[in-house]
């Protein structure tokens, strides 16, 4: 991680607003990258904040996201921001060609981790519209489970 960013308060902020900070530094980052003056474009507009949540949580990468268009940067540029950031994919669960509609990813970034949900529906895909307002932060929890077999 990049010692010139800066970390938004947790401690002050909802999780999604936190977030949306986090991703508008890191396409700063990423047109600094690039060698413009400004974010691109895609920046401000909300389904690709949308998008840029779900690939976080769904560790679709968004090296491979973003990349598509050489305009905001390529897959190793994003693997590089990503690292600065500390991005790191915890887990997902659900989602995709026989697993369940419901969708949960876990993920941390600039040491905060956070928790995702949206859906998946064979005939539609990712459901994500709204992901970004929607996450929360969280924290590992141990739990016992309690499994019944046949005797």
Same mark, same amino acid.
């Given at each position: 991680m990049t010692q010139d960013i800066q970390i938004p308060d947790f401690t002050k902020l909802e999780a999604s607003e936190a977030l949306h900070q986090i991703i508008q530094l890191m396409l700063a980052r990423m047109a600094h990258i690039l060698g413009v003056e400004d974010a691109p474009e895609v920046t401000y507009s909300s389904h690709t904040n949308d998008s &840029?949540? /779900?690939? /976080? =949580? =769904?560790?679709?990468? /968004?090296?491979?996201? &973003? =990349?598509?268009?050489?305009?905001f940067g390529n897959r190793d540029d994003w693997t590089k921001v990503a690292n600065e950031f500390g991005y790191e994919h915890i887990q997902r669960e659900g989602g995709g060609e026989g697993g369940t509609e419901y969708v949960e990813g876990v993920f941390i970034i600039l040491g905060q981790m956070f928790i995702a949900n949206w859906r998946y529906y064979s @005939? @539609?895909?990712?459901d994500y519209d709204d992901i970004a307002s929607c996450v929360d932060y969280a924290k590992p929890v141990q739990v016992t489970e309690t499994q019944y077999t046949r005797v």
């Open positions: &840029f949540v /779900l690939n /976080l =949580a =769904a560790d679709e990468t /968004l090296c491979e996201s &973003f =990349a598509y268009d050489k305009q @005939h @539609h895909g990712y």
